[in-house]
């Protein structure tokens, strides 16, 4: 016999929450902002918000239904099942953080929020859940398919991610690294072999360029709208960023150092399925985390490398 659905609310701490867990009491709280100059009234309104709206999900869930409820800090421990449609009931970064610990289930992204957040990935709202989860399982049921981007270590540990993937040093030092391109894509290299201004590159041992940076982002078109778009404008690039669906990433170097040691012709490219960028680790320790979630990174010691492309499973998001 088949087990009925369930449905796994996805939410999070909510500000208000966090400052009673600091100052201990609601007046403690209030003082604490009044003093600063600030009030606890709007704080305290979007929790009263963000509650009622998880309140009402869980009521359109259906009857013959389970369900259970996870908070965005317990997701690393959190066992997701095949039979699971997972409500994510806050905002667009929410989502981003719960994709990485998933396998195909649909995803339902509930806003609650409307104006405040971009609604990029929490599209819905609130009213439309009970809809919304009774089509969630009928057979065709149309998904978008976000690409996600994957890390794997050469000792087997994988870290997948919807927006971006970041590799650096903890607290963002001088990070030090080999860095190449390989894979069997379409040209062979994923960015032809030349940097971003277009030249070809020089002077490399066998084993790609040593660059010194403050890190590496590798993301997606999802990402696009994120982090990724920030570098992407900040540097003039010429670059076409990718769309959420399209199977293609795009990656930067930040702020690489040129050095008689470093080099800097390769400090961004894009990446077709098949094509991978290859870092091995010339620091102390260097660090591989998926979008923002520090707490749950892959940690790396000198040799060893990170190979980072196109993951095998995307994220199904309802539209």
């Known amino acids: 016999m088949s087990l009925a659905p369930r449905a796994v609310l996805v939410h999070r701490t909510?500000?208000?929450?966090?400052?009673?867990?600091?100052?201990?009491?609601?007046?403690q709280a209030d003082f604490f902002l009044a003093s600063r100059g600030r009030s606890i009234r709007d704080v305290a309104l979007r929790h009263h918000r963000a509650q009622r709206a998880l309140a009402e999900v869980a009521a359109a869930v259906p009857l013959q239904w389970r369900q259970t409820?996870?908070?965005?800090?317990?997701?690393?421990?959190?066992?997701?099942?095949?039979?699971?449609?997972?409500?994510?009931?806050?905002?667009?970064?929410?989502?981003?953080?719960?994709?990485?610990?998933?396998?195909?289930?649909?995803?339902?992204?509930?806003?609650?929020e409307p104006g405040r957040n971009p609604g990029v990935l929490v599209r819905h709202r609130v009213e439309d859940a009970r809809r919304l989860l009774r089509?969630?399982?009928?057979?065709?049921?149309?998904?978008?398919?976000?690409?996600?981007?994957?890390?794997?270590?050469?000792?087997?540990?994988?870290?997948?991610?919807?927006?971006?993937?970041?590799?650096?040093?903890?607290?963002?030092?001088?990070?030090?690294?080999?860095?190449?391109?390989?894979?069997d894509g379409p040209g062979g290299k994923g960015s032809g072999g030349k940097g971003s201004g277009g030249q070809e590159s020089g002077g490399e041992e066998s084993g790609g360029e040593a660059q010194a940076s403050s890190g590496v982002l590798v993301g997606t078109g999802t990402g696009a709208t994120g982090w990724l778009r920030s570098l992407?404008?900040?540097?003039?690039?010429?670059?076409?960023?990718?769309?959420?669906?399209?199977?293609?990433?795009?990656?930067?170097?930040?702020?690489?150092?040129?050095?008689?040691?470093?080099?800097?012709?390769?400090?961004?490219?894009?990446?077709?399925?098949?094509?991978?960028?290859?870092?091995?680790?010339?620091?102390?320790?260097?660090v591989v985390f998926g979008d923002g979630m520090e707490s749950d990174a892959l940690s790396l010691t000198w040799g060893q490398s990170v190979s980072l492309g196109i993951a095998d499973v995307s994220l199904r998001l309802l539209d």
Request: charged fraction near 25%; proline fraction near 6%; hydrophobic fraction near 40%.
């Open 69 to 112: 409820r996870v908070e965005r800090a317990d997701l690393d421990r959190f066992l997701f099942a095949p039979e699971d449609v997972v409500v994510v009931v806050g905002q667009d970064g929410l989502v981003a953080n719960t994709a990485k610990y998933l396998a195909g289930q649909p995803v339902v992204g509930i806003d609650t």
């Open 135 to 183: 089509s969630a399982v009928l057979p065709g049921r149309s998904a978008d398919e976000l690409t996600m981007v994957e890390a794997v270590a050469d000792d087997t540990q994988r870290l997948p991610a919807l927006n971006e993937i970041y590799l650096g040093r903890p607290g963002h030092q001088t990070a030090r690294y080999r860095l190449d391109e390989d894979g």
């Open 232 to 286: 992407w404008q900040e540097r003039g690039s010429t670059l076409a960023l990718p769309g959420p669906v399209e199977p293609r990433l795009v990656w930067f170097v930040r702020e690489a150092w040129p050095s008689p040691a470093t080099g800097t012709s390769k400090v961004a490219g894009a990446l077709g399925r098949g094509q991978r960028l290859r870092i091995t680790v010339e620091s102390d320790r260097l």
């Open 14 to 27: 909510t500000e208000y929450e966090e400052l009673l867990a600091r100052h201990g009491t609601h007046g």
